[in-house]
């Protein structure tokens, strides 16, 4: 059964404090991708991975960036939380066929 | 660029009721177009897509999608809901050449007993 797992379901941070949100896929897939969850917003790409160490910016990268050191783990890092960073976010995988597989999310609350 | 529009931000119906939802899409090129749903809580899981060859795309949990280019359109049905399906759905749609995913703003379905 295909699965890809966040570190955490849920995260309370303060201003100010860096936070990491660690995404693992167990498929062997070469894209990972990193979004956000808004109400009404749907979902926004951040940034997005085509191979290890390689990255590229989404729609929304701004106060985010990542790493990508295996091909099996994706790391979504905020250099200096913010409360307008607040949300869930949701890890994916895919392989040759385009089709995405999410993991369960991460809720951040940033206070 | 590729752009999803879901008009409709909720939608109310009635348990055995049928069920469209409906999605357009911007694209210059042929489409790869998905239906995901979100269950409270949970993560996001495909019900459906469409690549190429048929136009009606039978999915999981008795969900079916039509592609119309000429409506630039791939609208979600299903004949009669039940309680379980009440969820978010989201349409998206990734370019031929392209892996990134754009994802509509989501509906919101309720199910009324």
């Known amino acids: 059964d295909v699965k890809v797992t966040q570190s955490s379901r849920y995260l309370v941070k303060r201003t100010g404090e860096k936070v990491f949100l660690e995404c693992v896929q167990d498929m062997d897939h070469e894209n990972m991708f990193w979004y956000r969850q808004d109400p009404g917003l749907g979902l926004r790409l951040i940034y997005f991975?085509?191979?290890?160490?390689?990255?590229e910016k989404g729609d929304i990268p701004e106060g985010y960036s990542v790493s990508r050191e295996k091909k099996e783990r994706f790391s979504l890092i905020l250099e200096s939380a913010s409360t307008n960073q607040t949300s869930m976010y949701l890890c994916?995988?895919?392989?040759?066929?385009?089709?995405?597989?999410f993991g369960p999310g991460t809720r951040l609350t940033v206070t | 660029a590729q752009s999803v529009t879901q008009p409709d931000i909720h939608i109310t119906v009635s348990e055995g009721a049928s069920l469209e939802l409906r999605c357009n899409y911007s694209y210059g090129a042929t489409p790869y177009l998905f239906w995901y749903v979100q269950s409270p809580g949970q993560g996001l899981q495909l019900l459906l897509k469409y690549f190429s060859g048929d136009t009606l795309v039978q999915g999981i949990k008795g969900f079916e999608a039509e592609f119309k280019r000429s409506q630039s359109s791939f609208n979600l049905r299903k004949p009669s809901v039940h309680w379980s399906d009440a969820a978010e759905y989201f349409c998206a749609v990734v370019g031929s050449n392209d892996y990134k995913l754009s994802f509509g703003a989501g509906t919101t379905v309720t199910v009324r007993a």
């Open positions: 991975s085509y191979d290890v160490k390689m990255k």
């Open positions: 994916a995988s895919s392989g040759q066929d385009d089709e995405q597989y």
